[in-house]
């Protein structure tokens, strides 16, 4: 079964609104990372996060090992956030075999 | 910055014909992974590599050769390429040591499409 799961799969929001996008996952993890791609482009790390949590501008990401989940927080949405968001798991404590989910869309509107 | 680049950047090919994807980084990372990419899917791991003249396989090997000539090489192989594997392709690359060394930098991705 899918070990990773996002949810929800796709958020519209209005510039201004705050998102909440959140990661499950169903084996134990060594690192959790998030990643967020445009349309039909590349993926860039937006956390490396295996626990506890991180901020970043107007982003955080919290992950809670016990209860396996990990939940990325954008505050003020911009038009500029629209993409893609990807949780990956590492199930290795090194090199990172990294098993994805299947992103939440988010779009942004004015 | 981290680069990681790849080649070509998309791709016609027929059903069973050989196709070679290639990717090159200049991160001096040690680890190099290879993924592709379907449509309303995440991303899944076809290879990786730790150290030249290594290959390991990841989740969806079948189908799919890979090589690492060099540190800063890694190609991707599909001897008979089929319906099935059209897909974008991402190779990527991090470091070796835990923590945020084990980062991951993407390339841009190769769209292969499949006749």
């Known amino acids: 079964g899918q070990q990773v799961q996002q949810s929800p799969t796709s958020l519209v929001l209005q510039e201004g609104e705050n998102a909440e996008l959140q990661c499950n996952f169903s084996t134990s993890l060594n690192s959790m990372q998030w990643f967020y791609q445009r349309p039909g482009g590349s993926l860039i790390s937006v956390f490396y996060n295996p626990s506890g949590t991180k901020q970043s501008g107007r982003l955080t990401s919290t992950t809670v090992i016990k209860e396996r989940r990990s939940s990325l927080h954008i505050s003020s949405s911009q038009i500029t956030d629209s993409g893609t968001y990807l949780c990956a798991m590492g199930r290795t404590s090194s090199g990172q075999k990294l098993v994805f989910g299947q992103g939440t869309i988010l779009k942004v509107y004015l | 910055e981290a680069a990681v680049t790849q080649s070509p950047r998309s791709k016609v090919a027929v059903t069973g014909g050989k196709v070679t994807l290639s990717c090159h980084q200049t991160n001096n990372h040690d680890y190099m992974y290879w993924y592709r990419q379907d449509t309303g899917h995440g991303l899944r791991l076809i290879h990786y590599?730790?150290?030249?003249?290594s290959t390991e396989k990841g989740d969806i090997p079948d189908g799919y050769k890979a090589s690492r000539p060099s540190q800063e090489n890694f190609s991707l192989i599909l001897e008979l390429a089929s319906l099935s594997q059209t897909a974008v392709y991402f190779c990527?690359?991090?470091?070796w040591g835990g923590g945020d060394q084990d980062t991951q930098y993407f390339g841009p991705g190769t769209r292969l499409l499949v006749l």
């Open positions: 590599s730790y150290v030249a003249d």
């Open positions: 990527a690359s991090s470091a």
